[in-house]
């Protein structure tokens, strides 16, 4: 219970709605996350008992303005050991979450879950991955696939 | 600082009522007294007297300065606000949506919409068509887990395939506790009051983080069958309540108090609250919510523990030692015994592996260094297989949380005590304990609140207190070749004792630890090494401790439940002797709502045998 309520406390100031895709990432800041972006392949951490960020004024995506995609590395700052997971699957409900986040369209979901999959080294090129790192190989994965590209244009 | 804000607020509504008095409209008599409106500003009648008192503790709530004690000031307050002119996001109106639609239906006033750029945005973002409740369940191993956990979720439109519901909204109700308070301090301000609580609204895939990934708890989601207006309702009234504080209080006024305070707003006669008596148990208030015919339909999520180990039970024996070896790095994940397996094998062992990887490092700290790369490893490994689907997810249990017995339980028994023949009756308001009828609940857990035993002894009519539980933990976690978790008890409350002249009611403190083995469908061996410490002016000095040692087995089924083994405690302090003691129990669960049970005991204490046994009833409530 402690640890329950402890994390009500961070959370307890916070009262900003999560958007859903194309409600601008204006809406999707919450209060009380400052810290480091954590380091893929790691434990679970709480990253929502405050202890993340999103990585868009550190890092290299300061410089990208496609909401979807900031979308998405927020998506992935708190979640990146469950899209790593489905995402060397091929399939499931994060890699899902991420195809939404983009806002890609049921007809190209097979293409897009295929890249990810055959490029996992690619994306995931050591241990030390950071989110943001695996953000930005994705988005390069993308724009150099014909179907892909559309979906993360800045 | 109060005074002020007081003092101008009684000048806002003055202002406000002077410049109303132009257009009254005609107030119902009692109005005030309609179920909604004592809901909408959550007044619960005063015990004493014919008052009513909103469980509101904070002044913005309300917009009358005598509103926390006045239905009728209250919407007098509201009704002058929401007539006053000028709009935006301060107004009475946008501030307190729900009110404002519930009274002009009432008093047929205008309906023309305010513009409310916060609220509105607020509701576009949320973007809610459906609200489900949400349950966590407890957890074996964390037994302060056990009562649950609820709170609300508001789900997108199902047909959009531009949602998705691990980024729904989420609304819950937790205390505010102050980082810097003690385990006792804590415990105090939880029971008799002092923390405020809040509304707020947070991201399903954190709750999911939360409970699923990091606490190991199994989510059920009830979809309720609100109406479109319902909703509108629940939000309306959600946004009234954020950032606002309503004290905490853990056993009533919980996360889940709140949660059926909305509800009643949602769909006005429901009065889910009226159910609430002492405690509101978050399993309880769900089986209220299905009682009361709210749930069109109910999901299961199962946690990562419950995930992973059904992915190592999928696998073969052989499998599961390819697995394991993998697990502690005496096998590469791109080794020879892997590449030797079928694709399909292949994939589901690499799958199940980084799954107990990953549960190990958050479970049992895993050094980074160690885990991070062989993660790495096995999903590099996994990516190489493609068409492969993952192992099916685990099965929702047959049984729900909700649909286990009863949480109180009245028993009735008769027996003997050395000889001396009584009558028993117990009472237990909260929870389960190891034979109570097991569906529902986490086997091997137990958690007992303030049972009470009361014995008539036939002989000569003396009411005895046998035993008063104040609080009563054990977890008996299996151990097997890929988990290994402590098996544990802790106890505290008065309980007979034989001083080797009388027996007398001494308060105590027990605890074990130790592990638990399964041996077969439902049988559990386990071992612990306990200490119990007692207090009584008939012990030698006072008090008195004992190291000791519980050794039993425990079968539970649907049917049947079974208990027996032996205990051994070697007092030292008052006087040095050994009480052991062998004990069985027995349960037949006619239902999940009776029980017929038995028990004997047979003591070796100061030198001489006592045995005791007692057969009879339970009634869960």
Same mark, same amino acid.
């Given at each position: 219970m402690k640890k329950?309520?402890?994390? !009500?406390?961070l959370l307890g100031a916070s009262s900003m709605a999560f958007a859903q895709p194309g409600c601008g990432v204006g809406a999707m800041i919450w209060k009380g996350q400052s810290g480091i972006a954590p380091h893929v392949l790691a434990a679970t951490t709480n990253g929502s008992f405050g202890n993340q960020t999103f990585g868009m004024t550190t890092g290299t995506l300061g410089c990208q303005t496609n909401e979807a995609v900031q979308s998405m590395a927020m998506y992935m700052n708190s979640n990146v050991d469950k899209v790593a997971r489905d995402m060397s699957r091929g399939s499931g409900e994060n890699l899902d979450t991420l195809a939404v986040l983009l806002g890609v369209e049921? !007809?190209?979901?097979?293409a897009f879950r295929k890249?990810?999959?055959?490029?996992f080294a690619l994306i995931f090129p050591s !241990? &030390?991955?950071?989110?943001?790192?695996?953000?930005?190989?994705?988005?390069?994965?993308?724009?150099?696939d014909e179907t892909l590209s559309k979906y993360v244009a800045a | 600082m109060g005074t002020l804000s007081r003092a101008a607020q009684a000048l806002f509504c003055l202002a406000i009522s002077s410049s109303a008095l132009a257009t009254e409209p005609a107030v119902?008599?009692?109005?005030?007294?309609?179920?909604?409106?004592?809901?909408?500003?959550h007044y619960q009648p005063d015990t004493f007297g014919s008052g009513y008192t909103s469980e509101a &503790?904070?002044?913005a709530f309300f917009l009358s300065p005598d509103g926390k004690h006045s239905p009728r000031a209250e919407l007098n307050a509201t009704l002058a606000a929401i007539q006053a002119s000028g709009g935006g996001d301060e107004s009475a109106r946008c501030r307190f949506p729900a009110r404002d639609a519930w009274l002009r239906r009432q008093l047929d006033l205008p309906a023309d919409p305010a513009p409310c750029p916060a609220y509105d945005t607020w509701r576009r973002d949320l973007n809610t068509q459906t609200v489900t409740l949400v349950f966590a369940a407890s957890y074996l191993n964390s037994p302060s887990s056990m009562f649950g956990h609820t709170f609300l979720r508001l789900d997108p439109p199902g047909n959009d395939q531009n949602t998705n519901l691990l980024l729904a909204s989420t609304i819950s109700y937790a205390a505010d506790a102050g980082a810097r308070d003690n385990e006792l301090m804590f415990a105090y301000r939880g029971i008799f009051g002092g923390y405020p609580g809040v509304t707020s609204?947070?991201?399903?895939?954190?709750?999911?983080?939360?409970?699923?990934?990091?606490?190991?708890?199994?989510?059920?989601e009830y979809t309720l069958n609100l109406t479109p207006d319902e909703v509108d309702r629940l939000l309306a009234h959600a946004w009234e309540l954020r950032d606002k504080n309503f004290d905490y209080y853990f056993f009533d006024e919980n996360c889940a108090y709140r949660l059926l305070a909305l509800i009643d707003v949602a769909r006005p006669g429901t009065r889910l609250l009226d159910n609430v008596t002492t405690h509101a148990i978050p399993s309880d208030t769900v089986r209220w919510v299905v009682d009361k015919g709210l749930v069109s339909h109910v999901r299961y999520r199962p946690s990562a523990s419950t995930t992973v180990a059904y992915e190592l039970d999928h696998l073969t024996d052989d499998q599961q030692a390819i697995a394991s070896a993998v697990a502690d790095g005496y096998v590469k994940p791109d080794g020879q015994e892997l590449a030797s397996l079928p694709t399909t094998a292949r994939a589901h062992v690499l799958d199940a592996t980084y799954d107990y990887v990953r549960y190990q490092s958050t479970e049992e700290k895993w050094p980074r260094e160690l885990a991070a790369p062989l993660s790495r490893q096995l999903l590099v490994a996994r990516s190489h297989i493609d068409g492969v689907k993952p192992v099916p997810k685990p099965p929702a249990p047959p049984v729900r949380d909700d649909q286990g017995h009863d949480t109180f339980r009245v028993s009735l028994a008769g027996g003997q005590q050395d000889h001396r023949g009584f009558s028993q009756l117990t009472v237990r308001p909260a929870y389960h304990d190891l034979l109570d009828p097991p569906e529902g609940y986490r086997p091997g857990a137990q958690l007992q609140f303030l049972r009470l035993d009361a014995r008539l002894y036939t002989n000569n009519d003396e009411l005895q207190l046998e035993n008063l539980t104040a609080v009563e933990i054990r977890s008996l976690s299996p151990r097997d070749g890929f988990f290994s978790p402590l098996s544990w008890q802790v106890g505290v409350g008065a309980r007979r004792t034989d001083t080797g002249e009388k027996r007398v009611l001494a308060p105590y403190l027990d605890g074990g630890v130790g592990g638990s083995w399964m041996l077969g469908a439902g049988v559990q061996a386990f071992t612990l090494a306990t200490a119990d410490a007692e207090v009584d002016n008939d012990l030698n000095r006072g008090f008195d401790l004992a190291p000791g040692a519980d050794l039993g087995l425990l079968y539970q089924s649907p049917r049947v439940?079974?208990?027996?083994?032996?205990?051994?405690?070697?007092?030292?302090?008052?006087?040095q002797h050994r009480q052991d003691t062998l004990y069985l129990k027995a349960s037949w669960h006619l239902s999940r709502d009776i029980s017929l049970f038995g028990e004997f005991n047979r003591e070796h204490h100061y030198e001489r045998y006592q045995s005791e046994w007692q057969a009879g009833l339970s009634l869960y409530f």
């Open positions: 329950l309520i402890a994390g !009500a406390i049921q !007809a190209d979901r097979a890249v990810l999959q055959d490029n !241990a &030390d991955t950071t989110s943001d790192q695996a953000v930005d190989a994705i988005v390069a994965l993308m724009e150099k | 119902p008599e009692g109005l005030y007294h309609d179920p909604v409106w004592l809901n909408l500003v &503790d904070d002044p609204v947070e991201p399903y895939y954190d709750k999911v983080k939360l409970y699923s990934d990091i606490e190991n708890r199994d989510l059920w439940s079974l208990m027996g083994g032996a205990r051994s405690k070697a007092w030292m302090v008052s006087e």
